[in-house]
């Protein structure tokens, strides 16, 4: 086996100094665009990867940040995670991934195993409200939230405009002439606007307020037998809710599934019953993931920029990592309503 390739040989390669090299590998100091290039071709030629167990000795810290997320039964974690380590990457950090559960309960349960996995801080992921927010928050390491909860003040926040995204989309229906609009995902227990609009945090919920705001604005009312609890936010979720609405209901003009998991779900059991989508019923998600551009037919979604969502969460991680001691801050994605195949919206 041949010797550990060094930062001395690096900076012999580049002709530049080790000083300069550990600049480029830390991302620190300033320097002319052509000679960090040359620096990191020198790493790729000799094959240079860096030490991470002596850098955290050295510095006191390990250059990886964790992400704690519910597990990859959903499209949208895998789509997260992604953008979470190129982001990371960008800023010369690793990242380590800590799962939780597919019914997305349990983070607070779950912290205890940050403990061990040696991150220098951890975005913690969830689309429910916070159980137990004394256990999520008080950790020995800086924390940003990502999700929808009531932590304004206490942690760095990083959500999505969850209500004003599902308003505007049914609002886009309802406007093309679409009336009998069901929506699959609501929250288990929560089948009334007076608990719904009750509800100020948890991913569900606000999205389910966005769906009946769409209608009271128009003054029209919510056929509530239409509104459908979903216990887990998956294909097979979107499967079996489909088929229960759809065993017990007359057929709806339009679907709105709160994540695109459950849509791609009700793409399979509506085309498995002979119902033509957009023709019969259309179709409309939430996430914007990869796999809804593929779909057959291709699926109308909700994009909330997660790449603008992950980078934020990715750099006040960093930032607190690196020194950072303000005030907490949130940040609040926008959206964009992607039309593709599923839907025929149109204003009449």
């Known amino acids: 086996m041949g010797s550990r390739v060094t930062i001395k040989d690096v900076a012999k390669q580049a002709d530049v100094s080790i000083k300069t090299v550990s600049?480029?590998?830390n991302g620190t100091g300033r320097m002319r665009p052509e000679t960090r290039e040359r620096v990191e071709n020198a790493m790729r030629q000799l094959g240079y990867t860096v030490n991470l167990s002596a850098r955290a000795i050295r510095s006191g810290g390990t250059r990886l940040i964790g992400l704690n997320i519910f597990d990859f039964s959903q499209p949208f974690a895998s789509y997260l995670t992604d953008k979470v380590i190129d982001f990371a990457k960008a800023r010369q950090y690793g990242v380590i991934i800590n799962t939780y559960g597919s019914d997305g309960m349990g983070l607070a349960d779950n912290i205890e195993e940050t403990y061990r996995l040696g991150a220098d801080g951890w975005i913690f992921f969830s689309e429910r409200a916070l159980v137990n927010e004394g256990a999520v928050l008080q950790q020995p390491y800086p924390v940003v939230l990502a999700g929808d909860y009531l932590t304004y003040g206490k942690s760095d926040l990083v959500t999505m405009p969850n209500v004003e995204a599902v308003k505007q989309a049914v609002g886009r229906l309802l406007d093309s002439g679409t009336k009998a609009i069901a929506l699959l995902g609501a929250p288990p227990g929560m089948e009334d606007w007076e608990t719904i609009k009750q509800q100020r945090e948890g991913t569900q919920a606000l999205r389910t307020q966005?769906?009946?705001?769409a209608f009271l604005e128009r003054g029209l009312e919510v056929d509530w037998r239409y509104v459908i609890p979903v216990h887990r936010w998956n294909q097979h979720g979107g499967v079996q809710a489909t088929a229960a609405m759809l065993d017990s209901l007359p057929c709806p003009e339009a679907v709105v599934c709160l994540n695109d998991a459950m849509a791609l779900g009700?793409?399979?059991?509506?085309q498995r019953r002979g119902l033509?989508?957009?023709?019969?019923?259309?179709?409309?998600?939430?996430?914007?993931?990869?796999?809804?551009e593929y779909s057959v037919p291709a699926l109308t979604t909700i994009d909330p920029h997660v790449d603008?969502?992950?980078k934020h969460a990715v750099d006040m991680l960093i930032e607190r990592i690196e020194g950072y001691n303000g005030p907490a801050r949130t940040y609040t994605t926008d959206f964009t309503l992607v039309e593709r195949a599923s839907t025929r919206l149109t204003i009449l």
């Open 23 to 25: 600049n480029v590998i």
């Open 210 to 213: 966005g769906y009946v705001q």
């Open 266 to 270: 009700a793409v399979h059991e509506l």
């Open 276 to 292: 033509r989508i957009p023709n019969d019923v259309q179709l409309l998600g939430f996430d914007n993931v990869p796999e809804a």
């Open 308 to 310: 603008d969502y992950a």
